[in-house]
């Protein structure tokens, strides 16, 4: 662990409609957030609601619906319909589709880092310059990618027979994304998916549902409808979509709490499942090291997004003789070159360290005397 700790301004949230809250404070408007499904916004038919908080400000700025069976029965059946002439389109077509979406990101990428600055409170350059050039370039490649699939030869088992491996879509696909990077993981799960032939169902993060669901409105535009589709809600909605007949697939990013039980709800149907799973990532720092540049490097490793990173310098390892020094440097990288601000959503110079994403993660993760 860092010898210091990183000042994080964190606004107690107000508390959600339909949890039995009172009244909260809120931004100027409140956004009524809807599911994205079948190519077009649709009302859920749920009662219940999520609020949704600028971790910048700790104001409400927009409800998101707890989707329920419903809406998940909806959300599949579109997929499901439009899996029968997707699985059918040839790469190229898919390829062309996919490329007109990295195009339409970028075009609207000003839009898009406003969306995931409000959803995590991420400094905006950063956020364009790390995740949305990212997300088109991952868009593009695997729309090249699935031009290059190739079978394979399995041998010759009986005569006259040829043993072939051929690649085909596995139907519609399931998937929960973190709210650390909303839009980027979005993009690594639903990319690949739909490039090989798939459907999607997607649930972004509780408490960053914003710039997916404005993703999926420019995705609607461009594919058919029914080929990508968002639905909103917390832990009980991502249980129903694990456990919906429909999926023959299931993704998620999250903790290892949270994978076990995906794991568990897809194993009765044998669904394929794909975990990104939460973990730890040591830093070994070795006495004949360049020690000011590790230092920098670590810092960087160590406090981008916050920390908020699977692969966050969570742990530094340093050999005996250079510990007294490397400790010093990280002190001096925390205190004097990493800077923080509020308004890390704005375009803040320089800011590398926003707030938290919430006030549930401020809790876990800070250090108390």
């Known amino acids: 662990m860092l010898p210091t700790k990183v000042p994080t301004r964190i606004v107690d949230p107000p508390k959600a409609r339909g949890s039995g809250g009172g009244p909260h404070d809120r931004g100027d408007t409140m956004i009524a957030l809807k599911n994205h499904i079948n190519g077009r916004e649709v009302r859920s038919t749920a009662r219940t609601t999520t609020t949704i908080v600028d971790p910048v400000t700790g104001l409400a700025y927009a409800t998101a619906p707890k989707s329920n069976a419903a809406d998940l029965d909806a959300a599949f059946t579109a997929a499901t319909a439009a899996f029968k002439t997707w699985k059918e389109t040839t790469p190229a077509e898919r390829q062309l589709l996919l490329l007109k979406i990295a195009d339409a990101l970028m075009e609207h990428k000003d839009e898009l880092a406003a969306a995931e600055c409000k959803n ?14 990212q997300a088109a370039d991952q868009i593009r490649f695997f729309a090249g990618a699935c031009r290059v699939l190739e079978g394979k030869s399995a041998g010759c088992y009986m005569k006259g027979m040829l043993s072939m491996i051929v690649r085909e879509p596995v139907g519609v696909c399931a998937a929960v994304t973190p709210w650390n990077y ?79 039980q995906v794991a568990a709800g897809a194993a009765p149907r044998l669904k394929r499942v794909h975990l990104e799973l939460g973990g730890k990532a040591p830093v070994v720092v070795f006495a004949d090291a360049d020690l000011a540049t590790a230092a920098a490097d670590i810092a960087v490793a160590g406090f981008f997004n ?10 530094v390892v340093v050999e005996a003789a250079a510990y007294e020094k490397v400790v010093a ?33 401020f809790e876990r993760v800070k250090v108390s005397k």
């Open 182 to 260: 909303p839009l980027l993981m979005a993009v690594w799960k639903w990319a690949p998916a739909l490039a090989a032939g798939n459907t999607m169902v997607l649930k972004p993060a509780d408490t960053t549902p914003l710039s997916t669901l404005l993703m999926a409105r420019l995705m609607g535009e461009i594919l058919p409808p029914g080929v990508f589709n968002v639905v909103c809600g917390e832990r009980e909605t991502g249980e129903l979509m694990v456990g919906h007949p429909t999926p023959a697939m299931v993704s998620i990013t999250g903790s290892v709490r949270a994978g076990r």
């Open 120 to 133: 995590c409170g991420k400094p905006r350059q950063l956020t364009i310059d790390e995740e949305l050039v």
């Open 306 to 315: 916050a920390g908020q990173d699977c692969t966050a310098a969570t742990r």
């Open 329 to 361: 440097l990280l002190a001096e990288q925390a205190t004097s070159h990493i800077k923080t601000g509020a308004a890390a959503g704005m375009d803040a110079e320089g800011v590398l360290v926003g707030p938290l994403n919430s006030r549930v993660q």
